[in-house]
């Protein structure tokens, strides 16, 4: 194989080509073998880059499309076929159908290359990806969705988030539900950034409710969580008493990893029957897999607070970095023992 994740990139291929989408980049696809995989990209990018001059033009009148697919300079007689006639305002049918077919030729080439764009993001994601394609096919009705709403953002961020959504489609199909991407549809620049900052106060899918003070005096406030309760983005704000309960991932003591990104809290007990228990506010599914879509860095302070809090309990904890393994193991290094630092009184 020329690459880490070719077969990743054909199940990509292969799942647009069913539907009909990404045509512009069909040409280049049929054309891979024997060629550099980035010499393509290249002739890819450059075409892309004529594709958004040529509808520019034709929004601007600089153009027009022809039914038959031509791309001609616009008439310099298209308005008026004779300037020494009087002009009187009048408003032509026939005129009126050609401004609304040439917007609707622009939009429709705009959300062409706009989708094609984010799929060179997705392929990008996953030619570095060893995973094995799954069986299962992308369902018609997600994909549809995803191009309509990749097809209407233009800005290089935006599109490279559509991108990661399709890439972790493809690579687990049911992984973003029609829902998220509706929500992603919406998000707002603010909403997107409120999120973010939100995401470093995650652990294990949960933000803990009892630091509610260093939350507020981090910017995320009792409004704030609201917002993103109405968002859909997480549960619980306006709860009592939502608890999260834990017990031993060992049989022959108490042993318990709590993630937060890359950084994790190890907490041990030589008790096995202990649990640990947290208030909590809730990230919904849609909020847990929009945070799949980016790398966010944990809060340090935060951790060690909640940390101390477990060493009231008797438990011994640790900081650590953490690295993913699988979707449900992983490993820790470089742990730090967590301390009170609370000095005795009379000492």
Known sequence: MDYPGEKLVIKLWETLADKGIGSLLVPWQVGREGRARNEIRRHEILMLAQ???????????????????????ASSVDILSDMGERIEPTLGLSK?????????????????????????????????????????????????????????????????????????????PGRYSIRTLEVLKTLSKTEAETISKLASYVINGFIARNQSVYLESNGISFATLLEMQELGVVSGVESLGLKQTYGSAVRDKFHRALISHNKALILEHNDASKTVALEIYMLTAVGRQILELGSFEPDAEYLRLIGKEFLKNGFTVRLADWQNLTNTQGLYFNAQEIEDNVTPAGA
């Open 96 to 172: 009126a159908i050609e401004y609304g077919n040439r917007a609707s030729a622009s939009a429709a080439a705009r959300s062409e290359i706009n989708a094609t764009k984010a799929i060179i993001f997705a392929e990008e994601q996953l030619s570095a990806d060893k995973q094995t394609p799954p069986d299962r096919p992308v369902d018609d009705d997600w994909l549809f969705t995803w191009r309509e709403h990749a097809g209407k953002v233009s800005t290089e961020d935006l599109q490279r988030l559509w991108g990661s959504v399709l890439a972790g489609e493809v690579k687990a």
């Open 51 to 73: 594709a958004e001059a040529d509808a520019a033009d034709i929004r601007s009148s600089k153009k027009q499309l022809r039914s038959d697919g031509a791309l001609l300079p």
